[in-house]
T-cell receptor
Framework: DTEVTQTPKHLVMGMTNKKSLKCEQH?????MYWYKQKAKKPPELMFV???????INESVPSRFSPECPNSSLLNLHLHALQPEDSALYLC??????????????FGSGTRLTVV | DQQVKQNSPSLSVQEGRISILNCDYT??????FLWYKKYPAEGPTFLIS?????DKNEDGRFTVFLNKSAKHLSLHIVPSQPGDSAVYFC????????????FGIGTKLQVIP
């Protein structure tokens, strides 16, 4: 299995809703990431988990809450989002440590629309 | 402050010819570079990478060249095919950090049959 699987593929939510995005990989990668991509912009890093511990939070608002229940799963809990949070949310995973191939792999993303 | 720059937002190439996509970076700590291909509404797909200890890496029709002194890399696609039409992102990371990948803004390649 060489894939990162994200669900759902599309999500429409109201500003008062609570929802979660899910990400799963079975490549044995110990680093997992959430990126956000707006239209015609590059992906921007939100969070990094390394060995199931939060390593980097790129000053993301608290309405986004990441969770890493185990080495294969990564969730992003959403609450009280704003319309400007509408974007493609990408999950990625990679091997830890230096090397010539990090195997940095992205999922297909969740297209989120906040109404 | 864009640390990875792709100055050409779009490129059109005839099928069978060479496509050259360019990328410049400013952060001297970057020591690993990646190229991703992205179709609309999909996640980026890894294409090819190069470590800073090399100046060239080849994989089939795709070759990446790295000029460390100029902080410049390029992706060559030979021969170009219509299925190569997509947005190509140049990305870089520092192996000493937490593997945060910094992306360029992307170049949209159109291969004309």
């Amino acid at each position: 299995d060489t894939e990162v699987t994200q669900t759902p593929k599309h999500l429409v939510m109201g500003m008062t809703n609570k929802k979660s995005l899910k990400c799963e990989q079975h490549m044995g990668h110990r680093a997992m990431y959430w990126y956000k991509q707006k239209a015609k912009k590059p992906p921007e890093l939100m969070f990094v988990y390394s060995y199931e511990k939060l390593s980097i939070n790129e000053s993301v608002p608290s309405r986004f809450s990441p969770e890493c229940p185990n080495s294969s799963l990564l969730n992003l809990h959403l609450h009280a989002l704003q319309p400007e949070d509408s974007a493609l949310y990408l999950c990625a995973s990679s091997q830890r440590g230096a090397g010539l191939n990090y195997g940095y792999t992205f999922g297909s993303g969740t297209r989120l629309t906040v109404v | 402050d864009q640390q990875v720059k792709q100055n050409s937002p779009s490129l059109s190439v005839q099928e069978g010819r060479i496509s050259i996509l360019n990328c410049d970076y400013t952060n001297s700590m970057f020591d690993y570079f990646l190229w991703y291909k992205k179709y609309p509404a999909e996640g980026p797909t890894f294409l090819i990478s190069i470590s800073s200890i090399k100046d060239k890496n080849e994989d089939g029709r795709f070759t990446v060249f790295l000029n460390k002194s100029a902080k410049h890399l390029s992706l060559h696609i030979v021969p170009s095919q219509p299925g190569d039409s997509a947005v190509y992102f140049c990305a870089a990371l520092s192996s000493g950090g937490y593997q945060k990948v910094t992306f360029g803004i992307g170049t949209k390649l159109q291969v004309i049959p």
